[in-house]
C-alpha cells in the first residue's frame, strides 16, 4: 500500500479550538487529503524515503485552502520509528503561516521598494535630461535673438554656429532617450 499519515493531533497551542477537550484527533483522515498537491507529493516522497531506508526528512507543507479559508503552512519533520519493522514514521510539525505570510508580505514590500527607487532613477533621469534640453533651448532662443536684432543681411557666423551645434547636441539628448526606452 502507498504510505499515508492517518493519525495526526493539533497542538492545543496551535489549535484554540481544541480548548480544554485537549488536541484534536483526525483519526481516519489522511493527512494528504488536506494538503494542496505539492505539497500532497512531497509528504508521499517523504513517506516512501522513510518506509525504505531513510531515518529523517525535513519537509514543508501546506494545506489546500477550503472555501473561504487561507492555507496553513506546516514545517518539520517525518521520523523512523525505530521500534516497527514496517517503515510507521512518526511527523513532528508546526504551524508557521504567520512566519510564511511575514515572508510573502516583507517579499512584496521589496519588490515595492524596487519599483519605487526604479521610478525614483526614472525621474531623476528625466529630471537631468529636461534641464540640458531646456539649457539647450536657451542657448538656441539667444543666438536667434540675437541675429533678429542685428540689422544687417548676413546674420553673425557664431550666432548660426551656436544654433547648429545647439540643435546637434538637441538631437543627441533625443537619440539617448530614445535608447532608453527600448
Known sequence: PTPHVTRWMSSPVEDPGAGARGPRR???HRLGDHL????RGALAAGLRSIATDAEQIDLGLESEPRSGTASIFLEGQLVRNAREEDGVAFGFF????KEHSAARNLEKSQEQLREAQKM???????G??????NNLLG????AAENIQETKTNAPPEEDLELVLSSCDKGAFLSRQLLQIGR
Open 36 to 39: 494542496a498537491p505539492e505539497s
Open 26 to 28: 483526525a483519526e481516519g
Open 94 to 97: 508546526r504551524n508557521v503561516t
Open 139 to 142: 542657448v538656441i532662443r539667444a
Open 128 to 133: 537631468g535630461i529636461a534641464h540640458d534640453f
Open 120 to 126: 525614483e532613477t526614472v525621474g531623476r533621469l528625466a
